[in-house]
C-alpha cells in the first residue's frame, strides 16, 4: 500500500489555467504538508495543515490554495498559471507524536506551465 | 523561522572513499534532525534522523553527529557505492502539532568508480 499517493504525477498546462493536485495519506498522520521543488532542488515548505486546519502558510501567492477535506487528504489549486509555477510539487505527512516524526513524501507532480 | 544552511551543493568522491555533508541550522527550539536522500526522479526518502538527546548515531555506512551548542550536525557515509549517488537533504524541526520541517538546500552527491 502507498502511504502518500499525489496526482496526477505529470501536469502539462498552459498559462493562465486552473489545475489541482491530490494527495491522500493512510498513516493516520496528523499533519500533511506541500512542498516545491524547483529547478535547483531547492525544497521550500509551501503549506502545512494540522488535522484540516492550516497551520503554516509561507507567504504563498494567494493563487494557490490548499484544501483539506479531512486530516488524511490534502489538495492543492493552483489558479491563473503562471511559468514561474513549473515544478514539482510534493505532497508529505508527518507524525507529531514520540517516535513518530518520519516525514513520508508522495512521488511528486512535475507541473509545467507552456 | 529555522533557517538550515547546507554544504556542499555537489560533492565527488570515488567508490570506496568517505563523504561528508554538514548543516547547521539557526533555531536552537529545533530538537529533530532527519536526513533525506532523493534519487534521480524519485521522492525524498529518510536514511537516518537524530534527536537533540543524543550527540551520535549510527547506522551500517551511515552516521549522523549533532553538536547542539555549534547548532552544526554532519551525515558521513563509509565506504561508498555507485548507489549512494543521490541528492542528500538535511532538515530540522520541532517536533509538535505546528511542526515545520526546513530542510537545506540539498547536496548533490556523485559516486565515481
Known amino acids: 500500500d502507498t502511504a502518500v499517493s499525489q496526482t496526477p504525477k505529470y501536469l502539462v498546462t498552459q498559462m493562465g489555467n486552473d489545475k489541482s493536485i491530490k494527495c491522500e495519506q493512510n498513516?493516520?498522520?496528523?499533519?500533511m504538508y506541500w512542498y516545491k521543488q524547483d529547478s535547483k532542488k531547492f525544497l521550500k515548505i509551501m503549506f502545512s495543515y494540522n488535522n484540516k486546519e492550516l497551520i503554516i502558510n509561507e507567504t504563498v501567492p494567494n493563487r494557490f490554495s490548499p484544501k483539506s477535506p479531512d486530516k488524511a487528504h490534502l489538495n492543492l489549486h493552483i489558479n491563473s498559471l503562471e511559468l514561474g509555477d513549473s515544478a514539482v510539487y510534493f505532497c508529505?505527512?508527518?507524525?507529531?507524536?514520540?517516535?513518530?516524526?518520519?516525514?513520508?513524501f508522495g512521488q511528486g507532480t512535475r507541473l509545467t506551465v507552456v | 523561522g529555522e533557517n538550515v544552511e547546507q554544504h556542499p551543493s555537489t560533492l565527488s568522491v570515488q567508490e570506496g572513499d568517505s563523504a561528508v555533508i554538514k548543516c547547521t541550522y539557526s533555531d536552537s527550539a529545533s530538537n529533530y534532525f532527519p536526513w533525506y536522500k532523493q534519487e534521480l526522479g524519485k521522492r525524498p526518502q529518510l536514511i537516518i534522523d537524530?534527536?537533540?538527546?543524543?550527540g551520535e548515531k549510527k547506522d551500517q555506512r551511515i552516521a549522523v553527529t549533532l553538536n547542539k551548542t555549534a547548532k552544526h550536525f554532519s551525515l558521513h557515509i563509509t565506504e561508498t557505492q555507485p548507489e549512494d549517488s543521490a541528492v542528500y537533504f538535511c532538515a530540522a524541526t520541532f517536533t509538535g502539532t505546528a511542526s515545520k520541517l526546513t530542510f537545506g538546500t540539498g547536496t548533490r552527491l556523485q559516486v565515481t568508480l
Open positions: 498513516l493516520g498522520h496528523d499533519t
Open positions: 537524530i534527536r537533540s538527546n543524543v
Open positions: 508529505a505527512s508527518i507524525g507529531t507524536g514520540g517516535a513518530n516524526t518520519e516525514a513520508f
